[in-house]
T-cell receptor, first 116, second 115 residues
Framework: EAGVVQSPRYKIIEKKQPVAFWCNPI?????LYWYLQNLGQGPELLIR????????DSQLPKDRFSAERLKGVDSTLKIQPAELGDSAVYLC??????????????FGPGTRLTVL | AQKITQTQPGMFVQEKEAVTLDCTYD???????LFWYKQPSSGEMIFLIY??????QNATEGRYSLNFQKARKSANLVISASQLGDSAMYFC????????????FGTGTSLTVIP
């Protein structure tokens, strides 16, 4: 069974440029998560999707960040324009979504973003 | 208050020895799940083990076991017979059942296995 796929693995851009990250969850997983992880810290949730609906985007900086999951499968996270402080690892995770407290998240390899 | 607390920023263990990584949690929800993840330097978060709040027995998965003390709200990860490949960051996490499946991570513990 294929795991969560993310691309690109690494991205270097200059500030004020746009950037996009792509995630394909595990087949059959209804819930998709985007996290931001700064060096030496735990992941912080940016947005959670149940199928194509964003059910928790309270931590997403909506002035520059946007996300979509149009068909309830793969998802794209965009930053426009990027700032120096956006340098971090962006993790995507997925879970079945109907398993209650046992609903385990499985993570992709992450995208390491460097903003110069 | 922090939902998940990991008080050990860094730990060292001799190869082949056992090590315990601490995790305490804070919730008033009677229904919750506790998870441990491993994050090697490559960056991917790897799911290790799960413990449910209603589980009567401590969870075990190979060399990993979870020392679940519900009254103390602790869920410590025990790694037996440490291997060099166990060197990584370890994160404790919790999902609350009655708050819209909110998921919380701790700040992590860096484990180094010494040959």
């Amino acid at each position: 069974e294929a795991g969560v796929v993310q691309s690109p693995r690494y991205k270097i851009i200059e500030k004020k440029q746009p950037v996009a990250f792509w995630c394909n969850p595990i087949s059959g997983h209804n819930t998709l998560y985007w996290y931001l992880q700064n060096l030496g810290q735990g992941p912080e949730l940016l947005i959670r999707y149940e199928n194509e609906e964003a059910v928790d985007d309270s931590q997403l900086p909506k002035d520059r960040f946007s996300a979509e999951r149009l068909k309830g499968v793969d998802s794209t996270l965009k930053i426009q324009p990027a700032e120096l402080g956006d340098s971090a690892v962006y993790l995507c995770a997925s879970s079945l979504g109907n398993a209650g407290i046992t609903d385990t998240q499985y993570f992709g390899p992450g995208t390491r973003l460097t903003v110069l | 208050a922090q939902k998940i607390t990991q008080t050990q920023p860094g730990m060292f263990v001799q190869e082949k020895e056992a090590v315990t990584l601490d995790c305490t949690y804070d919730t008033s929800d009677p229904s919750y799940g506790l998870f441990w993840y491993k994050q090697p330097s490559s960056g991917e978060m790897i799911f290790l083990i799960y413990q449910g709040s209603y589980d009567q027995q401590n969870a075990t998965e190979g060399r990993y076991s979870l020392n679940f003390q519900k009254a103390r709200k602790s869920a410590n990860l025990v790694i037996s017979a440490s291997q060099l490949g166990d060197s990584a960051m370890y994160f404790c996490a919790m999902r609350e059942g009655n708050t819209g499946n909110q998921f919380y991570f701790g700040t992590g513990t860096s484990l180094t296995v010494i040959p």
